[in-house]
Every structure is written in structure tokens, then in C-alpha cells.
């Protein structure tokens, strides 16, 4: 089975620039969580998403948001952006909404000059 | 919100040495996964050990829920092990169902 697969590999942004990054899940997962790693630091929650509901948000601005679709994938966007949202964003796949492993994918790698 | 301190945030060992990483952490918690994090960012999932003992080859981890601390052995490290490892817990008490808050990391180096 594919694992969580992330698109895109990296990205070069503008500042106030506008970005959207997507993720498929693990086939049968219905949890997809959002993280963000600034360099030198472990990764920060941004969203999670169960069953196409909102089921946490992390202490980030509402320039970022966050969707799933029917399918289970997810995309997450980032409005306005500014030089601090440098960073790789990582999403995580789970079967059930908690409690439960989570499996990492690749990665987008974001820079914003 | 719940805090996770690991240690130690560094470590060189000559291959065929054996390590143990400390995570420990500051609530009860219904999550607890070791990773991997290579160097091109993929974070690898070793274990998920809320409590118990797992192994997998020459990996293995413990987890004393009770004490709140876990616990991953390396054993005779091999230079593909170079990384940063990561401890990583979660609780639902607070209604974010599956956010993990992540250590800072222990930064691991292999060498010849």
C-alpha cells in the first residue's frame, strides 16, 4: 500500500503571496493531521481533520486553513503569507480520530522570500 | 498544555555502540510515538507505545506511563541510524483528538 503521499516536493513563495499544499491519506484512513517544523525544531500541530470535521486546531493565525474532501485527502492553505511560514509542513494520516498511530508524510518544503 | 522534554540533544557514538534516548513528559497521555526524522525531513514511525515494551530488530522502546516517561534503546548503532529522534505524545482530554506535541529531539550521530 502507498504510504501518505504530499505534493507538492517544494515550493517558493513571495511574501503575501497565497499557497496551497495537498495530502492523501493511507487508503482507509479517515484522519488527516497538518504540522508545520521551522528548522532546528520538532513539529508544531496545526489541524486535524476527522470524517471531513475540523477535530483541533493548533495556536496558528486564521491566515491558515484547512479542508478534507469526500475522499479523505486534505489540502491546507496559507493566506498572506510572511517570511516566518518558512518551513517543511508535514501531514500525518491515522485510522481513528485518536489515540491512534500516525503516519507521516514527506513533506512540503515551503520558502517565502 | 502538556510539555515533553527529551534528552540527550546530542549524541555521538562510534558504530556497534548502544545508546538509550529518555523522553519524559508532563500529563497522562493516550499517545506516545518514537520517529526517525532522516535527513531529507521524512519522519519514520519506530514505535506507538502509550506503555509497555515493544522491540523491533535492534530497536526497542519502554514506556512507564504511571512515572511518565519512555524510554528508546539502540543497540549496536549502525551509521544509517545518524538522524534526529523524536518523542512524540498525545492526549484527547482536551478535545483535539490526535494533535502529538513533539520534544525537541535527540540529535544522533553515528560514526566509523
Known amino acids: 500500500d502507498a504510504g501518505v503521499t504530499q505534493s507538492p516536493t517544494h515550493l517558493i513563495k513571495t511574501r503575501g503571496q497565497h499557497v496551497t499544499l495537498r495530502c492523501s491519506p493511507i487508503s482507509g484512513h479517515k484522519s488527516v493531521s497538518w504540522y508545520q517544523q521551522v528548522l532546528g525544531q520538532g513539529p508544531q500541530f496545526i489541524f486535524q481533520y476527522y470524517e471531513k470535521e475540523e477535530r483541533g486546531r493548533g495556536n496558528f493565525p486564521d491566515r491558515f486553513s484547512a479542508r478534507q474532501f469526500p475522499n479523505y485527502s486534505s489540502e491546507l492553505n496559507v493566506n498572506a503569507l510572511l517570511l516566518g511560514d518558512s518551513a517543511l509542513y508535514l501531514c500525518?494520516?491515522?485510522?481513528?480520530?485518536?489515540?491512534?498511530?500516525?503516519?507521516f508524510g514527506p513533506g512540503t518544503r515551503l520558502t517565502v522570500l | 498544555g502538556i510539555q515533553v522534554e527529551q534528552s540527550p540533544p546530542d549524541l555521538i557514538l562510534q558504530e556497534g555502540a548502544n545508546s538509550t534516548l529518555r523522553c519524559n513528559f508532563s500529563d497522562s497521555v493516550n499517545n506516545l510515538q518514537w520517529f526517525h526524522q532522516n535527513p531529507w525531513g521524512q519522519l519514520i514511525n519506530l514505535f506507538y507505545i502509550p506503555s509497555g515494551t515493544k522491540q523491533n530488530g535492534r530497536l526497542s522502546a519502554t514506556t512507564v506511563a504511571t512515572e511518565r516517561y519512555s524510554l528508546l534503546y539502540i543497540s549496536s548503532s549502525q551509521t544509517t541510524d545518524s538522524g534526529v529522534y523524536f518523542c512524540?505524545?498525545?492526549?484527547?482530554?482536551?478535545?483535539?483528538?490526535?494533535?502529538?506535541?513533539f520534544g525537541t529531539g535527540t540529535r544522533l550521530q553515528v560514526t566509523l
Open positions: 512524540a505524545v498525545g492526549t484527547s482530554r482536551t478535545g483535539t483528538a490526535s494533535k502529538l506535541t
Open positions: 500525518a494520516s491515522s485510522r481513528l480520530a485518536g489515540g491512534d498511530t500516525q503516519y
